[in-house]
């Protein structure tokens, strides 16, 4: 990793304008994207994820996007270990590297390293599966609320993937993953980071949010869900638990009419970019935040010129 040269991050929550900021950047500057998005590493799911399309992506080159398929695995541990890759490529051809996502977890594991904990275990996690089939994930998330209150405090009591990570580093190695985490800091950066974080209003954002739901539907999201339900993949997969394909599926099942799908779509879109502002806000100081695009644009662009080979 090269701790001199500047790696230039945009985050915020999700509409906030990130990818439309970075393609104005691209028009001046020589620079490729390095998504940090957690949904968007999945093939065939575009719509859902706001994915770049492709005349965006002939204007500025994305990386680590379409890397997994939507029933296989992908953490930030692999998201840093590629994404470090890509970098390195990138400054190779004489491009500048621009980090792009707002999943807050896979840039901090790319900028501070993780913290070291135990390999996954099969055997195990084929019991904590089991023992979900039979009482039900719930019981898993309350029995990691005993253990570490703060680390089931911060995910949701539906994401089976974390909720039995965090359980298998307890069992295996008998401490709280808040203490494993707390314990490696993240003070030491791997790279000398700039980054900006666009935090529009809150009404703003919402209204935004609204706007690229019902755009989301236009576009073709109920065919783009009805399309991987038919490939085979499973509405329980993770990555089919996401906020607009979950509901889509009950559209699709008949369970709720298609204004209502549209609505809850919206309502658990803007909770989650709610949460995403509030883990924004305790990570990255008062200097980083600019509330538009447009004002950030200065800023990165001193950056890339002063960065620019």
């Known amino acids: 990793m090269d701790r001199k040269t500047p790696l230039i991050i945009i985050t915020g929550p999700t509409a906030s304008g990130k990818t439309g900021l970075a393609l104005n950047l691209a028009k001046t500057h020589p620079i490729e994207a390095v998504s940090a998005d957690s949904m968007q590493v999945y093939r065939h799911m575009d719509i859902a994820t706001a994915k770049p399309s492709k005349k965006e992506r002939v204007i500025l080159p994305h990386h680590v996007i379409d890397v997994v398929e939507p029933d296989q695995e992908f953490n930030a541990g692999m998201f840093a270990s590629i994404a470090g890759h890509k970098i390195t490529s990138i400054r190779s051809r004489g491009n500048i590297p ?43 998330w309350r029995l990691l609320y005993a253990n570490d209150a703060p680390t089931a405090g911060r995910i949701s009591p539906n994401d089976a993937s974390r909720i039995i990570r965090y359980l298998e580093i307890i069992l295996l190695t008998g401490k709280k993953p808040s203490d494993l985490y707390r314990d490696h800091g993240f003070t030491r950066p791997l790279f000398d980071i700039r980054a900006v974080c666009i935090m529009p209003e809150r009404d703003s954002l919402y209204r935004d949010i609204d706007k690229r739901v019902i755009s989301m539907m236009d576009a073709g999201l109920v065919g783009e869900t009805e399309k991987l339900l038919e490939m085979g993949f499973s509405p329980g997969l993770r990555s089919m638990q996401t906020l607009a394909y979950r509901h889509t599926i009950r559209l699709l099942n008949r369970d709720i009419p298609h204004d209502q799908a549209v609505s809850l779509i919206q309502r658990d879109t803007r909770r989650y970019a709610k949460r995403q502002m509030t883990w924004l806000r305790s990570n990255y100081g008062p200097e980083c935040l600019f509330d538009s695009p447009d004002k950030a644009m200065p800023t990165l662009s001193g950056w890339l010129e002063g960065t620019q080979p």
């Open 98 to 140: 621009v980090v792009i996502g707002g999943t807050g977890l896979y840039i901090k594991a790319l900028a501070y390293g993780l913290a070291e904990a135990p390999p996954r275990s099969e055997p195990l996690r084929k019991s904590l599966f089991s023992l979900i089939e039979a009482r039900g994930l719930d019981l898993l």
